[in-house]
């Protein structure tokens, strides 16, 4: 039965999805949060996973059970297929949903810059498969370098690993990587040595993370060399064939590559007929609506806007929530109303908070610039493990977390070394050309 409560549609679960419909006062207006998947997940954590330190439901919480005790919000596990703006619905392939508030948070994908080919030799990190495959994909090799390289110059190739990108993601990956073969595998081989493992990290602009200052991108090199990290740049990849990155002066030979060094708007902006901004990114007004449809919002990675005081809001979590929360507000404010507002004369303008970033390297290692500090090492590396503790969705998954940190801390040991299909296809393809049956 249709009832005259006006109808929140939510399309996205990650950081702005969720923290709209936690934030907005359901007892105003139906909400419907679609999602493809069943869960939020916590990206900033991911290449821990990728890295075998964490299991992926730690970093994961299914969006069903944060609104279980709400009557008015609906979950959908869905996937948008289409948004006509003008009609006021969303077409999934099982349904139309009609909205009197559209509110798009469906975040960003793995941009090759136009080499989409790349996908198949260089995987990206957005999703858990991701993480799972380059999972996979890393312990695999050193099993195969373990038992089945057949000289010394695959077994070189098979403990290399090329990471392309130096922003925090990058970093964070190269740093891991490095740890887990030189830290972390070093008493568990008898053929190989870990330690001659080498893990690259590759960026085409003249430094790494280039949103922090000069002085902490040189820290972070310093840190992520410490840890036995070769780090290239002012190198463009030129191209990324099977096991080879192809830059202008030399070409690696790599088993692993990853790739970190672009995220554009998700491809659902493709087909609709609005404003974009570089990587397809959906231009929004200051009150975060589409210009030409006012009760249509995006929020998040898949938004493009400058801010009331000018800044370019960047593609992190925390500037996701913050959208979210202003154009919760926005909403319920119209809704008491009972009138959609003008927007120049009645819509706050959203002004991005930036409270700092940070990037973690590895065991002790961070680089972090706060309220106009800038810090590194272990008081860098202490401050992001708390505020990725407090960030992470769920109390299940903080305690599972920060056990598992405080284990592999003192221990040494991370504790998801686990390949998850019984044979890796690396290694079956290798086996069966040598005979094995399998
Ligand atoms: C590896 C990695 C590390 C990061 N580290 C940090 C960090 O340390 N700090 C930080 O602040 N930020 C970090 N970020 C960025 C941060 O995760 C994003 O800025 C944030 O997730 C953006 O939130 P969002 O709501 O816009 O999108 P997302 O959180 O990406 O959520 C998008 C949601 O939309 C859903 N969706 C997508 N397509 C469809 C569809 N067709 N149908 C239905 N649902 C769909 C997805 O399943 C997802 O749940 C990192 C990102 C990555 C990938």
New binding site residues.
Partial sequence: MKNNRKQILV?????????FVKNFDSSLADVTL????N?????????QVATASLAAPDIAEPLRTQFSKNKNVRVLM????GIDLNREWVT?PHQSLSYDYLVI????RTNYFGNDDWAKHASG???LSDAHRIRNEVLGAFEMAENLAEDSEERRRLMTSVVVGGG??GV?MAGTLSELAHRYFKRDFRQIDPKQARVILVDAADRILPMYSESLSRKAVKQLEELGVEVLTGQQVESIEARKVVLKNQEIEAENIIW?AG?SA???TDNLDVDKAKGGRLKVLQDCSLPEYGNAFA?????ALEDADGQQV???????MQM?KHVAKIIEEEIRRGSHGDREKERKAFVYKDKG???TIGRSRAVASVGGREFSGFPAWFAWLAI?LVMLVGMRNRFTVFTKWIYAYVRNKPGARIIWRTVPSKVKAKREKQGFVL
């Fill in positions: 399309l996205g679960g990650g950081f702005g999805g969720l923290e679609v999602d493809k998947q869960h939020h997940l916590f990206q900033p954590l991911l290449y869905d996937e948008v297929t999934t948070a469906m975040g960003g990190l957005k999703t925090p993601t964070e970190t995220v998700n491809s659902i929020i998040g990675d898949i938004a960047p593609g992190v979590a925390p500037a996701a979210a970033q940070m990037a990725h």
